[in-house]
């Protein structure tokens, strides 16, 4: 990947306003993240993320947490859901999944970069 390229990957903080388990599925979690989107009359709009670390993550923990995502992908539907984006996660020792997560408190929609 050029730097070119690497630059149009929309990188963001996201705030989680509500986290639930996906019905049916033991891996997926289904997270409303508020990542700095606005309508056109300028007020928040909130983002559907589906993301696999329903095993490592209980929903209720989630909210409030901020993350970092990936912005721009394609919607991806997943188990009937669409997903809106992509958090950033790497994997433990185990095999496990941890968030990336800002060290300080910033504005949801901030760009990271």
Known sequence: MTFEEFKKVDLRVAK???AEKVPDSEKLLRLEINCG?????????????????????A???????EILIVANLEPRQLMGLISN????????A?????IL?????????????
């Open 85 to 92: 984006g992509m958090l950033l996660a790497v994997r433990n």
């Open 59 to 65: 929903p209720e923990n989630l909210i409030g947490k």
């Open 94 to 98: 185990d095999g496990q999944p941890v």
């Open 101 to 113: 997560m800002p060290e300080k408190e910033v504005a949801a929609g901030t760009e990271i970069g």
């Open 37 to 57: 989107d606005k309508n056109e009359a300028g007020e928040s709009v909130k983002r559907q993320v589906v993301s696999g670390i329903a095993k490592s993550y």
């Open 16 to 18: 989680i306003v509500s």
